[in-house]
């Protein structure tokens, strides 16, 4: 009984000790602001926790929580100095960047457990600890872009996407007897000069009705924006398409959705069309059909 008493105790103490050592990181933040100079000195504390041989892979989590709290804590300075567009820009890129990094997770303990079979070892300390230094290292590089990142980086006016390629509707679906209750739609687009891009959006309401509506037009693009009005059908008809990384939000407005456009009754496009592939659309993908 006392022998399992000291063992807890052990571990609270060592759990104590990483909750302080998350906190002091924190004070260094705070202190000397998100500088080199402190992914330098959190590096420097690493390797001498490395160089004690002492509890090893408490060292690597150590500098990996670091590097995630100090990534966290730039990405919110950062994101407090944007403008409602910079801010939007900002998540999108971050987004974008969360899927590359689960990818490179991926990869980083595929590597490694090859890499320690071929040393004769199969998973244990060792693939942890390499595994969780990798991961880290890869971290620090997107906390090293943020430092040198400016909200500036983000106005719509500097933030590049790539608009061409192929979207669906970020929206739930139901399938009951058959039938598709709720919205579904896609869009396809094609940038073909500096300042015009080929659109095509198909949306639909779903059952028991399926209106829907499709518009494709050329238009003008500017700063990842582009406007769609059909003056002939809807003379208060505006659909606004915000080009980002991960994909379209569309905005519609109208003085009467239940003519709005030139779509069925009661259709609106409003929402978020997520991007499925940077493939270029066919001539038959951009007709309206």
Same mark, same amino acid.
């Given at each position: 009984?006392?022998?399992?008493?000291?063992?807890?105790?052990?571990?609270?103490?060592?759990?104590?000790?990483?909750?302080?050592?998350?906190?002091?990181?924190?004070?260094?933040?705070?202190?000397?602001?998100?500088?080199?100079?402190?992914?330098?000195?959190?590096?420097?504390?690493?390797?001498?926790?490395?160089?004690?041989?002492?509890?090893?892979?408490?060292? @690597?989590?150590?500098?990996?929580?670091?590097?995630?709290?100090?990534?966290?804590? !730039?990405?919110?300075?950062?994101?407090?100095?944007?403008?409602?567009?910079?801010?939007?820009?900002?998540?999108?890129?971050?987004?974008?960047?969360?899927?590359?990094?689960?990818?490179?997770?991926?990869?980083?303990?595929?590597?490694?457990?090859?890499?320690?079979?071929?040393?004769?070892?199969?998973?244990?300390?060792?693939?942890?600890?390499?595994?969780?230094?990798?991961?880290?290292?890869?971290?620090?590089?997107?906390?090293?872009?943020?430092?040198?990142? @400016? @909200?500036?980086?983000? @106005?719509?006016?500097?933030?590049?996407?790539?608009?061409?390629?192929?979207?669906?509707?970020?929206?739930?679906?139901?399938?009951?007897?058959?039938?598709?209750?709720?919205?579904?739609?896609?869009?396809?687009?094609?940038?073909?000069?500096?300042?015009?891009?080929?659109?095509?959006?198909?949306?639909?309401?779903?059952?028991?009705?399926?209106?829907?509506?499709?518009?494709?037009?050329?238009?003008?693009?500017?700063?990842? !924006?582009?406007?769609?009005?059909?003056?002939?059908?809807?003379?208060?008809?505006?659909?606004?398409?915000?080009?980002? !990384?991960?994909?379209?939000?569309?905005?519609?407005?109208?003085?009467?959705?239940?003519?709005?456009?030139?779509?069925?009754?009661?259709?609106?496009?409003?929402?978020?069309?997520?991007?499925?592939?940077?493939?270029?659309?066919?001539?038959?993908?951009? !007709?309206?059909?």
């Amino acid at each position: 009984m006392h022998k399992a008493t000291n063992v807890a105790c052990n571990t609270m103490k060592q759990f104590k000790l990483k909750i302080i050592s998350i906190s002091f990181c924190f004070i260094c933040l705070t202190s000397f602001s998100q500088t080199m100079k402190t992914i330098d000195s959190l590096e420097t504390q690493y390797k001498l926790c490395l160089d004690k041989e002492q509890n090893v892979i408490d060292c @690597s989590k150590l500098f990996y929580y670091q590097m995630d709290s100090l990534l966290n804590f !730039r990405y919110k300075k950062l994101r407090l100095t944007c403008d409602s567009i910079q801010k939007e820009n900002l998540k999108d890129e971050q987004l974008e960047w969360l899927t590359k990094r689960d990818k490179q997770f991926i990869k980083n303990l595929k590597q490694t457990n090859n890499e320690t079979q071929k040393q004769g070892h199969n998973g244990g300390q060792d693939e942890r600890i390499i595994f969780t230094n990798t991961s880290a290292m890869f971290i620090k590089l997107r906390v090293i872009e943020l430092l040198n990142a @400016s @909200s500036i980086n983000y @106005s719509a006016d500097k933030y590049k996407v790539n608009p061409t390629g192929l979207y669906a509707l970020d929206n739930k679906t139901k399938i009951k007897n058959g039938e598709t209750y709720g919205y579904f739609g896609e869009i396809a687009a094609k940038k073909i000069s500096e300042n015009k891009i080929v659109i095509k959006l198909f949306v639909c309401m779903g059952a028991p009705s399926y209106n829907s509506g499709v518009i494709a037009d050329t238009l003008e693009i500017k700063n990842n !924006r582009t406007i769609y009005r059909n003056s002939e059908l809807d003379s208060s008809c505006k659909i606004v398409f915000t080009f980002l !990384r991960q994909g379209i939000k569309v905005e519609e407005f109208t003085d009467n959705f239940n003519i709005n456009c030139g779509f069925g009754r009661a259709v609106v496009a409003n929402g978020f069309f997520k991007k499925k592939s940077n493939k270029v659309p066919t001539i038959k993908e951009l !007709r309206d059909e």
